[in-house]
């Protein structure tokens, strides 16, 4: 099928950017990553990830995290797993 139906769309500069050069290195052209994502969008019939709305619990972890609280830090895998299986 021709290809004849155009799709314009505003996005942030930087993104565009960044998820531009993941393309690049995937060998995939902006126009066919759009044209992918369409036919998975087709092929499920709906969006091809999952989409949900955070509980209460998992928002305030996000939060705390994102104002660099409550973070514990690891400085080997090790100490990590020790400190779970305890």
Do not use: C, H
């Amino acid at each position: 099928m021709a290809k004849t139906e155009m799709i314009r769309a505003r996005i942030e500069p930087d993104l565009k950017k960044e998820v531009s050069s993941i393309f690049q290195a995937i060998g995939l052209s902006t126009t066919e990553a759009i044209t992918l994502f369409y036919k998975m969008v087709k092929l499920n019939r709906g969006l091809p990830f999952e989409i949900k709305i955070p509980n209460e619990l998992t928002r305030k972890v996000m939060q705390a995290t994102n104002e660099g609280r409550d973070l514990v830090e690891w400085n080997r895998v090790d100490d990590l797993l020790d400190e779970n299986d305890s």
